[in-house]
């Protein structure tokens, strides 16, 4: 028998989760004043779930591990958040959202979970528009929508290029608004180290204030892990420096499984490295990709400048290979199309690591359409040009504006240069439908669960999962667990469980202390960031994986023998806290290479290159991994395979064909 | 792309923790390639600090895009360095010359007390947002989002106030450490918009009184805020700030 219980609500797709709503036991208001539930992160996951139970009035303990719960990873996203509003009147319904997202995640997310996240999105729009985020809008007030990567309606809604900014300020007032109230206790530049577990339920975690160094206990009836992805584990990708996988690897050694470890999403549109000393990557929003054409020179090699390679000798790929959805590819399929033009000696840039985005057309017809609005006759082709850098300035000036500031280049005059980079993660700890992980009393929400996204995640549908998850579905799910824990009193932190945790946690920041070795830890994030790229990145075969393996072994023996960590334990460390998380990746970075070698097959995001079509697109094995891998941590990186087989009732897998 | 490596002479404030006094200390480093970002040139240092058995520089940051708001240096006298509208970590290397020195210290305010090096407490700004920085609406509350329509132009006046990354840089720019144009910002989004419209009173009235509490100094419109915000938040939100504060103390009085 299998150790998964997805419990997936009995019924019919469309109404599972009303259904679920208006039968979950629920816990009375008196009750939910003796209960406490921490929430480690303050994401829109995090944040959005703490200010929610707190509104509910449970007693919650919120922490992250900057200096403000506003600056978590979530501010930096810029493109959008997807809803099924239909305000475009262009055909989109839940259905279609569902569908697409089942779809477009290449037949491997659950269909009850993206039902629901579905069906929910409209709420999120209200929500933030509520809570006065400053959405796009059209002339005539009402909200403004944009089609993103890989979708053919306009369902996504965005603030210029700084959606997860306003979303998350949505959120972070919400929480911030709580924390006035006395109802959320915020614990800012804590990191969470460890879950604390007794009876076999998580009731608490061992949390480091970064500031003293001091180890804390915190007693929870629940534990909601809301601490992002872990696409650092590449060194190099567009997460923030601090993303990090500690708090689900901890998770995850106390017996969370850990759900599709290799599924990563490389994002097309990202500035290319620009050398030895880079510390991050950073994205150029996918909603460039709506404006803006790639392409490479037909020519391999090609030495001349863009502006002067004629159109006739410019290749535009995406247009080429897949006329259908042309630029708009979702991104998995975009991004090997980079790598195989590159690959092929066609790249440009001085590292010919890299393919054009090109704005010109695109101003050139806002530019015409701007003459028309404004009643111009017979506008000069200047004219049009400055009209169009206007309309594109105001779409997406912000991102021109970094772009200009990193590379030093002018993208209104010159095509930008962009390559794939490690963006997002849809493997992590496994949950059931109600965001509970194989722990008992331990969720995860937002983009620290295997999610909603299957193997590959569509543009603008992680702010709305991790909202989702917060705003809408733990404050429900939540109660089907703790209705049956009202009698559980708080249990005070001398109890052994806290005093072992904390000793656990203490011995290993001692370990890594004592080293005193003779290289940094961001020499060992480095090297590990290389094998997984190279070898656990856009494409892999059977005998990369296994080399990976052998090399990741060989380099975290040598970071437990060679590390070095200058300063104290008890003070502010940044370098003690970065050696704690590369720890962690080292392990992380084994099963992720262990899924990708289980996986046979090709699907999203995860590339295996025996199994490709005839002309290079991915192949899916259904018969053979129509499944969720969760993997059962067995102490010392062993670790058993689960299977929790996806069945299809509505979305019929097919080959996914952009053509 | 022109390619030129720089050498340098980094005078860093060091400071071990809060109690502690502090001093600065110069560093040389050298082949700094000009498409280095500011930080990525720290991270060289840093990098050659541990290598020589020293502690590294203690510095704030997390995403590297300039959204965060976590980056906080005070360069050659500059809030987030020479760059117009740009964080520290957004700043690159080809804004210096070869040979150059370069002085770098934490904000500098009674609110920001240093904890290491670089590294400050912001949390006062929470604490402002926490008094009234929000519109009180629970979970579930929301009607259809286009049910509340917002013209283009007020839409757009509260978004260019909402893009405010909290850095504080306003504050350690400003002589009086005043914290105005930051709360400003968010009195401002709210004020503009239908939604914050019920607790436009005591939002302004509330956090005006929470930033005086966190010790932060008055305005006497110089402007330095404005000039190193690196989202260029008008100082217009000042006036408007002013604006509200007036109003809204007048209606108090007519309460009484
Ligand atoms: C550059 C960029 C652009 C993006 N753009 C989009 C977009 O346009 N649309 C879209 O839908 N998605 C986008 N994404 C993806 C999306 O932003 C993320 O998936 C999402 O914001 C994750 O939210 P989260 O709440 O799950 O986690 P995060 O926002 O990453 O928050 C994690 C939280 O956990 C805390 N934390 C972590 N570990 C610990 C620990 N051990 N102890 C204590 N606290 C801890 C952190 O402090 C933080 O508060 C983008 C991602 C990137 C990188
Ligand atoms: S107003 Fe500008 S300088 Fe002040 S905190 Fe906001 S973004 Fe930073
Ligand atoms: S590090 Fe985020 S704004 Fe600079």
């Given at each position: 028998?299998?150790?998964?219980?997805?419990?997936?609500?009995?019924?019919?797709?469309?109404?599972?989760?009303?259904?679920?709503?208006?039968?979950?036991?629920?816990?009375?208001?008196?009750?939910?004043?003796?209960?406490?539930?921490?929430?480690?992160?303050?994401?829109?996951?995090?944040?959005s779930?703490?200010a929610s139970l707190a509104e509910l009035g449970?007693?919650?303990?919120?922490?992250?591990?900057?200096?403000?719960?506003?600056?978590?990873?979530?501010?930096?996203?810029?493109?959008?958040?997807?809803?099924?509003?239909?305000?475009?009147?262009?055909?989109?319904?839940?259905?279609?959202?569902?569908?697409?997202?089942?779809?477009?995640?290449?037949?491997?997310?659950?269909?009850?979970?993206?039902?629901?996240?579905?069906?929910v999105?409209a709420n999120i729009i209200d929500q933030c528009v509520a809570q006065g985020v400053?959405?796009?809008?059209?002339?005539?007030?009402?909200?403004?929508?944009?089609?993103?990567?890989?979708?053919?309606?306009?369902?996504?809604?965005?603030?210029?290029?700084?959606?997860?900014?306003?979303?998350?300020?949505g959120a972070?007032s919400a929480l911030?608004r709580q924390?006035?109230l006395?109802?959320?206790?915020?614990?800012?530049?804590?990191?969470?180290?460890?879950?604390?577990?007794?009876?076999?339920?998580?009731?608490?975690?061992?949390?480091?204030?970064?500031?003293?160094?001091?180890?804390?206990?915190?007693?929870?009836?629940?534990?909601?892990?809301?601490?992002?992805?872990?696409?650092?584990?590449?060194?190099?990708?567009?997460?923030?420096?601090?993303?990090?996988?500690?708090?689900?690897?901890?998770?995850?050694?106390?017996?969370?499984?850990?759900?599709?470890?290799?599924?990563?999403?490389?994002?097309?549109?990202?500035?290319?490295?620009?050398?030895?000393?880079?510390?991050?990557?950073?994205?150029?929003?996918?909603?460039?990709?709506?404006?803006?054409?790639?392409?490479?020179?037909?020519?391999?090699?090609?030495?001349?400048?863009?502006?002067?390679?004629?159109?006739?000798?410019?290749?535009?790929?995406?247009?080429?290979?897949?006329?259908?959805?042309?630029?708009?590819?979702?991104?998995?399929?975009?991004?090997?199309?980079?790598?195989?033009?590159?690959?092929?000696?066609?790249?440009?840039?001085?590292?010919?690591?890299?393919?054009?985005?090109?704005?010109?057309?695109?101003?050139?017809?806002?530019?015409?359409?701007?003459?028309?609005?404004?009643?111009?006759?017979?506008?000069?082709?200047?004219?049009?040009?400055?009209?169009?850098?206007?309309?594109?300035?105001?779409?997406?000036?912000?991102?021109?504006?970094?772009?200009?500031?990193?590379?030093?280049?002018?993208?209104?005059?010159?095509?930008?240069?962009?390559?794939?980079?490690?963006?997002?993660?849809?493997?992590?700890?496994?949950?059931?439908?109600?965001?509970?992980?194989?722990?008992?009393?331990?969720?995860?929400?937002?983009?620290?669960?295997?999610?909603?996204?299957?193997?590959?995640?569509?543009?603008?549908?992680?702010?709305?999962?991790?909202l989702?998850?917060g705003y809408f579905?733990?404050p429900y799910?939540?109660?089907?667990?703790?209705?049956?824990?009202?009698?559980?009193?708080?249990?005070?932190?001398?109890?052994?469980?806290?005093?072992?945790?904390?000793?656990?946690?203490?011995?290993?920041?001692?370990?890594?202390?004592?080293?005193?070795?003779?290289?940094?830890?961001?020499?060992?994030?480095?090297?590990?960031?290389?094998?997984?790229?190279?070898?656990?990145?856009?494409?892999?075969?059977?005998?990369?994986?296994?080399?990976?393996?052998?090399?990741?072994?060989?380099?975290?023996?040598?970071?437990?023998?060679?590390?070095?960590?200058?300063?104290?334990?008890?003070?502010?460390?940044?370098?003690?806290?970065?050696?704690?998380?590369?720890?962690?990746?080292?392990?992380?970075?084994?099963?992720?290479?262990?899924?990708?070698?289980?996986?046979?097959?090709?699907?999203?995001?995860?590339?295996?290159?025996?199994?490709?079509?005839?002309?290079?697109?991915?192949?899916?094995?259904?018969?053979?991994?129509?499944?969720?891998?969760?993997?059962?941590?067995?102490?010392?990186?062993?670790?058993?395979?689960?299977?929790?087989?996806?069945?299809?009732?509505?979305?019929?897998?097919?080959?996914?064909?952009?053509? | 792309?022109?390619?030129?490596?720089?050498?340098?002479?980094?005078?860093?404030?060091?400071?071990?923790?809060?109690?502690?006094?502090?001093?600065?200390?110069?560093?040389?480093?050298?082949?700094?390639?000009?498409?280095?970002?500011?930080?990525?040139?720290?991270?060289?240092?840093?990098?050659?600090?541990?290598?020589?058995?020293?502690?590294?520089?203690?510095?704030?940051?997390?995403?590297?895009?300039?959204?965060?708001?976590?980056?906080?240096?005070?360069?050659?006298?500059?809030?987030?360095?020479?760059?117009?509208?740009?964080?520290?970590?957004?700043?690159?290397?080809?804004?210096?010359?070869?040979?150059?020195?370069?002085?770098?210290?934490?904000?500098?305010?009674?609110?920001?007390?240093?904890?290491?090096?670089?590294?400050?407490?912001?949390?006062?700004?929470?604490?402002?947002?926490?008094?009234?920085?929000f519109v009180s609406v629970n979970t579930g509350n929301a009607k259809d989002a286009n049910n509340i329509?917002?013209?283009?132009?007020?839409?757009?006046?509260?978004?260019?106030?909402?893009?405010?990354?909290?850095?504080?840089?306003?504050?350690?720019?400003?002589?009086?450490?005043?914290?105005?144009?930051?709360?400003?910002?968010?009195?401002?989004?709210l004020?503009?918009l239908p939604q914050g419209q019920i607790e436009?009173?005591?939002?302004?009235?509330?956090?005006?009184?929470?930033?005086?509490?966190?010790?932060?100094?008055?305005?006497?419109?110089?402007?330095?805020?404005?000039?190193?915000?690196?989202?260029?938040?008008?100082?217009?939100?000042?006036?408007?700030?002013?604006?509200?504060?007036?109003?809204?103390?007048?209606?108090?009085?007519?309460?009484?």
């Open positions: 028998m299998s150790k998964l219980n997805s419990k997936i609500p009995e019924g019919p797709l469309e109404t599972k989760w009303t259904k679920y709503k208006s039968t979950v036991p629920l816990v009375n208001p008196a009750n939910k004043r003796s209960i406490e539930v921490i929430v480690v992160g303050s994401g829109l996951a995090g944040a779930a703490a449970y007693k919650v303990k919120c922490f992250c591990f900057q200096d403000s719960p506003r600056r978590a990873h979530s501010i930096a996203a810029q493109g959008g958040i997807n809803a099924a509003k239909n305000y475009q009147n262009d055909g989109d319904s839940v259905f279609r959202l569902f569908y697409d997202t089942v779809k477009g995640g290449d037949y491997r997310a659950r269909e009850a979970n993206v039902y629901r996240l579905a069906d999105s400053p959405f796009a809008r059209e002339y005539g007030g009402y909200l403004s929508n944009r089609s993103f990567g890989g979708t053919q309606v306009q369902r996504t809604f965005y603030a210029a290029g700084q959606t997860g900014q306003q979303l998350l300020l972070y911030e924390v006035g006395g109802t959320v206790k915020m614990y800012s530049r804590h990191e969470m180290l460890e879950i604390v577990m007794i009876d076999g339920k998580a009731r608490g975690i061992i949390a480091r204030d970064l500031i003293s160094g001091k180890l804390e206990r915190h007693f929870g009836h629940a534990v909601l892990l809301c601490t992002g992805g872990y696409g650092n584990v590449f060194f190099l990708s567009t997460n923030a420096m601090g993303s990090n996988v500690t708090a689900a690897w901890k998770a995850h050694k106390q017996g969370a499984f850990f759900g599709n470890p290799c599924f990563t999403q490389i994002h097309p549109t990202c500035i290319p490295v620009s050398g030895d000393h880079q510390s991050k990557l950073t994205l150029m929003s996918e909603s460039l990709r709506n404006d803006g054409r790639i392409w490479v020179p037909k020519q391999k090699d090609d030495k001349r400048k863009a502006n002067e390679i004629p159109e006739e000798e410019r290749d535009y790929y995406l247009e080429r290979r897949y006329p259908a959805f042309g630029n708009l590819v979702p991104r998995d399929v975009a991004s090997r199309a980079a790598k195989e033009r590159c690959d092929a000696g066609y790249g440009v840039g001085t590292s010919k690591m890299a393919v054009y985005l090109d704005y010109a057309a695109a101003i050139e017809r806002y530019g015409n359409v701007q003459a028309n609005k404004l009643n111009l006759h017979n506008p000069s082709k200047e004219k049009i040009i400055e009209l169009g850098k206007e309309v594109v300035k105001e779409k997406y000036g912000n991102l021109f504006d970094m772009y200009a500031k990193i590379t030093g280049e002018n993208p209104y005059e010159t095509p930008m240069r962009i390559y794939p980079a490690v963006h997002y993660t849809m493997g992590g700890l496994w949950v059931d439908y109600e965001l509970m992980t194989t722990v008992p009393g331990l969720y995860a929400l937002g983009e620290a669960n295997f999610s909603d996204h299957g193997a590959n995640r569509l543009g603008a549908s992680a702010l709305m999962q991790g989702a998850d579905v733990i799910t939540i109660g089907s667990y703790l209705s049956q824990d009202i009698r559980t009193k708080a249990i005070p932190t001398d109890h052994e469980a806290f005093v072992s945790a904390e000793k656990k946690v203490q011995d290993q920041l001692d370990r890594l202390m004592n080293i005193k070795g003779t290289k940094s830890v961001d020499h060992f994030h480095k090297k590990l960031g290389k094998i997984m790229w190279d070898k656990c990145g856009m494409a892999r075969n059977e005998q990369g994986l296994k080399e990976a393996v052998a090399e990741i072994r060989t380099l975290r023996e040598e970071f437990w023998n060679d590390v070095r960590i200058p300063g104290l334990q008890n003070e502010f460390n940044l370098e003690l806290e970065k050696a704690g998380r590369v720890a962690d990746f080292l392990e992380l970075g084994e099963l992720m290479c262990m899924d990708a070698l289980n996986r046979k097959e090709s699907c999203g995001g995860h590339f295996r290159e025996e199994s490709q079509t005839e002309d290079g697109e991915a192949k899916r094995d259904d018969d053979n991994f129509a499944y969720v891998a969760a993997w059962e941590n067995k102490g010392n990186n062993n670790w058993e395979l689960h299977k929790e087989e996806l069945n299809f009732e509505i979305v019929h897998p097919s080959q996914r064909s952009y053509k | 792309m022109e390619h030129k490596n720089l050498n340098l002479t980094l005078k860093i404030w060091r400071q071990k923790n809060s109690k502690e006094a502090g001093n600065f200390v110069s560093y040389k480093v050298s082949d700094i390639s000009a498409d280095m970002s500011f930080l990525e040139m720290i991270d060289v240092l840093n990098e050659h600090l541990i290598n020589a058995g020293d502690e590294p520089v203690a510095f704030d940051h997390d995403c590297r895009e300039g959204i965060c708001g976590m980056c906080s240096m005070y360069i050659n006298g500059r809030a987030h360095g020479p760059w117009q509208g740009t964080t520290t970590c957004q700043l690159h290397m080809r804004a210096f010359n070869d040979g150059e020195t370069i002085t770098i210290e934490p904000w500098r305010a009674k609110g920001f007390p240093v904890i290491k090096d670089l590294t400050v407490d912001r949390t006062a700004f929470d604490r402002i947002i926490a008094s009234g920085g329509p917002v013209p283009k132009d007020d839409a757009d006046k509260a978004f260019a106030a909402a893009a405010c990354i909290g850095c504080g840089a306003c504050v350690a720019a400003c002589k009086n450490a005043s914290a105005m144009l930051f709360v400003s910002a968010k009195v401002s989004q004020a503009l436009r009173e005591t939002r302004v009235l509330n956090m005006v009184s929470q930033m005086d509490a966190e010790g932060f100094g008055s305005c006497t419109n110089t402007g330095a805020c404005e000039a190193e915000c690196p989202k260029e938040i008008s100082i217009e939100n000042i006036a408007r700030l002013n604006r509200e504060y007036f109003m809204a103390n007048l209606k108090k009085k007519d309460y009484l």
